[in-house]
């Protein structure tokens, strides 16, 4: 007998946070580790961002704020969408704990039991956590190199059901990279709407894009393509505050008096005092650091995709955006993910994380690697692996 409901039981650990788990023990014994595993910039937050929480902290903003957050922060936040061309009223911004408080607050607003939820394959794996905890079904549709690991119309149209309720995107997305294209965005969006349906993308790493994208794709938010999509974002990653938990989401209209009542329920409020700092984040000496970081992240990108393709890892499609390279196994390694990755961390000291965090469609032939880690890192990262494969004849 358990007290831990089904539920609970149910959900799958989230790997990549194990990874790094046994990676901090072999630190703990003196080994040395490289971290290709963590999806979280290596970068402390920028210091006008912690002096701002700092300030927050001293001067007593520590209580409860309204639950979609306080006003100063929606509005710059709309501010931001203005300067990139899009007008999205404050009140259309709800302020959560991370972009992971936001899809928790959103799939309760959205989700009704045995409603199904079109999900790609490999994707952020707690999307389907959320569908499930809210009742609904993920459905779980493979996505390959020939869709850029994206969605499409033609995909969702051929798995919709009379159950269905909707299709969670991302872009750049976790954990290929590559971004959601503008005509297939519109024909999702236009397909769902008519069938009572909604999109919700997740632009967790919107501002992370490195690569000259094909004129096709979306580089920046969807709100500018379909004004009335669910988009989550947060400050965790191009702004580097993971730790902050501070994100936020654009809901539509209709949808903005039951997202309030849930988050007043689900949490009462973000935390002040990172909503204070979130603010900092926005302004333009704070925009230029992260600008800097971006730049320093695509120079780690190339770095790291021109050795994995040395090392005969399989990269079809490559990342434009987000801090990830999902690759192929090399051809003839003959061995699960999960087995090079546990080979890798304990016989080299290289932490990667399996593609079986991300789904099942050919997760036992790929990784994740991430470049969150410095380039003298992932050069060092590459010569263990090249070591590594070295004694399998590579
Ligand atoms: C695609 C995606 N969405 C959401 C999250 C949750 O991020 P947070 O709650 O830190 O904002 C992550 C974290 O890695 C992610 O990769």
């Known amino acids: 007998m358990t007290l831990v409901s089904t539920r609970a039981?149910?959900?799958?650990?989230f790997r990549v946070v194990e990874v790094l788990g046994r990676a901090r023990e072999l630190e703990a014994e003196g080994r040395s580790v490289v971290h290709l595993e963590v999806g979280e910039p290596d970068f402390e937050t920028a210091p006008m961002i912690v002096e701002a929480g700092v300030d927050a902290l001293r001067a007593g903003r520590t209580k409860y704020t309204q639950a979609l957050g306080i006003p100063e922060l929606r509005?710059?936040?709309?501010?931001?969408?203005?300067?990139?061309?899009?007008?999205?009223?404050?009140?259309?911004?709800?302020?959560?704990?991370?972009?992971?408080?936001?899809?928790?607050?959103?799939?309760?607003?959205l989700v009704d039991p045995d409603d199904?939820?079109?999900?790609?394959?490999?994707?952020?794996?707690?999307?389907?956590?959320?569908?499930?905890?809210?009742?609904g079904r993920p459905q779980l549709i493979e996505v390959g190199p020939e869709t850029r690991y994206q969605l499409t119309s033609d995909l969702v149209?051929?798995?919709?059901?009379a159950r269905s309720k909707g299709v969670f995107l991302a872009g750049p997305s976790n954990p290929t990279g590559t971004l959601v294209e503008r005509?297939?965005?519109?024909?999702?969006?236009?397909?769902c709407a008519a069938r009572g349906g909604f999109v919700l993308v997740d632009e967790i790493y919107q501002g992370l894009v490195y690569a000259a994208a094909g004129a096709k794709?979306?580089?920046?938010?969807?709100?500018?393509?379909?004004?009335?999509?669910?988009?989550?974002?947060?400050?965790?990653?191009?702004?580097?505050?993971?730790?902050?938990?501070?994100g936020w989401c654009v809901i539509p209209e209709d949808?903005?008096?039951a997202t309030e009542r849930v988050a007043q329920n689900l949490y009462i409020a973000p935390p002040a005092p990172s909503q204070y700092a979130a603010l900092r984040s926005l302004d333009q000496d704070a925009i230029a650091v992260h600008e800097e970081r971006r730049r320093i992240f695509a120079e780690r990108r190339n770095v790291l995709l021109r050795g994995l393709d040395e090392l005969g890892f399989d990269l079809p499609v490559e990342p434009a955006g987000a801090f990830y390279a999902y690759a192929g196994l090399p051809d003839g390694l003959e061995m699960s993910s999960e087995s090079f990755c546990r080979w890798l961390i304990e016989d080299y000291g290289v932490a990667v994380t399996p593609g079986t965090d991300f789904g099942v469609h050919g997760a036992e032939?790929?990784?994740?690697?991430?470049?969150?880690?410095?380039?003298a890192d992932i050069v060092e990262g590459l010569a263990r692996m090249r070591t590594a494969l070295g004694t399998r004849g590579f």
């Open 365 to 375: 032939e790929h990784v994740r690697f991430a470049f969150t880690t410095s380039t």
């Open 157 to 161: 149209a051929a798995h919709w059901s």
């Open 255 to 257: 949808a903005i008096e």
């Open 9 to 13: 039981r149910a959900i799958e650990p």
């Open 217 to 246: 794709e979306l580089t920046e938010t969807a709100l500018g393509v379909v004004p009335d999509v669910f988009v989550v974002n947060s400050f965790s990653k191009y702004f580097g505050m993971t730790g902050w938990r501070i």
């Open 183 to 191: 005509d297939e965005l519109e024909s999702m969006a236009s397909f």
């Open 75 to 109: 509005e710059a936040i709309a501010l931001r969408y203005a300067q990139h061309g899009v007008s999205v009223d404050p009140r259309r911004i709800a302020v959560t704990t991370g972009a992971s408080g936001a899809l928790a607050i959103l799939t309760q607003v």
């Open 116 to 135: 199904e939820v079109l999900l790609s394959d490999p994707g952020y794996p707690c999307n389907a956590t959320f569908v499930e905890t809210a009742g």
